[in-house]
Nanobody, 127 residues
Framework: QVQLVDSGGGLVQAGGSLRLSCAAS????????LGWFRQAPGKEREFVAA????????FYADSVKGRFTISRDNAKNTVFLQTNSLKPDDTAVYYC????????????????????WGQGTQVTVSS
């Protein structure tokens, strides 16, 4: 079992940046592949970014590629999502998620393959 706590959201103008964090407690953090998803009002939850257990592989949705960066600090049991050049379309509640694949290189993009979720943090981008 792992508990995830999201933080770092807020209100920012278009073109600005935010650094989202997700702190985990429970099993050894290195057991988990991690991801970030977001959900805007009236829309389904969508994949944003993922990072492998090893931290050596990452993958991004096309809509955020080149603007967002996912990273992890296993010593601090924390995963980060650096969001730059934010657009109004990025407005959503952002959720971190954790899964336990066997492979240290596995990248997971499907929400149904994640076992644990944070409570979400609101990101609002004004135009």
């Amino acid at each position: 079992q792992v508990q995830l706590v999201d933080s770092g959201g807020g209100l920012v103008q278009a073109g600005g940046s935010l650094r989202l964090s997700c702190a985990a407690s429970g099993r050894p953090f290195s057991n988990y592949a991690l991801g970030w998803f977001r959900q805007a009002p009236g829309k389904e939850r969508e994949f944003v970014a993922a990072i492998s257990r090893s931290g050596t592989r990452t993958f991004y949705a096309d809509s955020v590629k080149g603007r967002f960066t996912i990273s992890r600090d296993n010593a601090k049991n924390t995963v980060f999502l650096q969001t730059n050049s934010l657009k109004p379309d990025d407005t959503a509640v952002y959720y971190c998620s954790a899964s336990t694949p066997r492979s240290v290189q596995a990248i997971i993009t499907a929400p149904e393959e994640y076992d644990y979720w944070g409570q979400g943090t609101q990101v609002t981008v004004s135009s």
